[in-house]
Nanobody, 124 residues
């Protein structure tokens, strides 16, 4: 069984930074791609960023490109999302997910395990 636990969310002001972490336990972490999604109130969950199993390739939603950076530490079974220049529209619950395969995954059905989510609130 795989467990994912997010942390690092909070309340910040527009322009601030936050770093989310995702701790993964269970199956071999370094065999799978990983990603971050978010869900704002009243909206569907949307893709934010993805990373391949080695960490060599990343992909971002247009809305966060240039501001967010996804990374992973396979030795520690950890994944991160560095969020800079935060905007009020970034307010959402952020979820980390484990991909079904080693590559980039941008659709929800390409993930098989999710964390419980961490709230990020950006005030204007």
């Amino acid at each position: 069984q795989v467990q994912l636990v997010e942390s690092g969310g909070g309340l910040v002001q527009a322009g601030d930074s936050l770093r989310l972490s995702c701790a993964v336990s269970g199956r071999a972490f370094n065999l799978y791609g990983m990603g971050w999604f978010r869900q704002a109130p009243g909206k569907e969950r949307e893709f934010v960023a993805a990373i391949t199993l080695s960490g060599s390739t990343t992909y971002y939603a247009d809305s966060v490109k240039g501001r967010f950076m996804i990374s992973r530490d396979n030795a520690k079974n950890m994944m991160y999302l560095q969020m800079n220049s935060l905007k009020p529209e970034d307010t959402a619950v952020y979820y980390c997910g484990k991909g079904r395969g080693p590559g980039l995954a941008v659709k929800e059905y390409e993930y098989d395990y999710w964390g419980q989510g961490t709230q990020v609130t950006v005030s204007s």
